[in-house]
């Protein structure tokens, strides 16, 4: 599996294309915050999410993540729960997951994890 963007950054990605080339599944985002006090987290804003293959929007990596994607466009590569958990099942707790007026044909509020916020 391959994350696109990973680790313990403070990032912002505007305007940006995120084009998968997976073969299988692959995860645009695995954020690793592991305490509240950190100032961390991903926003990806403004941007496409095109290319093949399949996706998820991201997985938690440790127990604060924090990702959000918003005014993005997906194409339909994106898998209909949009986000994974095999990471840690109890990261559903304590991280921040969140979509904001994302569009195209691979956003679904229908089958998204139940965990994330919109």
């Given amino acids: ?24 599944v692959g995860y645009i985002t695995a954020q690793s915050r592991s305490s509240l006090l950190s100032e961390t987290g991903f926003s990806i804003t403004k941007s496409r999410v095109i290319g093949g293959g399949q996706v ?11 990702v959000i994607f918003s005014y993005t466009s997906m194409e339909n590569i994106v898998l209909p729960q ?8 109890d990261y559903q707790l304590t991280t ?22 919109s």
Avoid at 7 to 13: D, E, K, M, T, V
Avoid at 82 to 89: I, N, R
């Fill in 56 to 66: 998820y929007l991201g997985r938690p990596w440790d127990t604060f993540s924090i």
């Fill in 82 to 89: 949009e986000w994974d958990d095999t990471m840690g099942k």
């Fill in 1 to 24: 599996y391959v994350d696109f963007v990973f680790g313990n950054g403070r990032s912002l990605y505007e305007g940006n294309t995120l084009k998968s080339i997976a073969e299988n």
């Fill in 96 to 117: 921040y997951y969140g979509e904001y007026k994302c569009s195209g044909p691979g956003f679904s509020f229908s089958a998204r994890a139940p965990w994330v916020r």
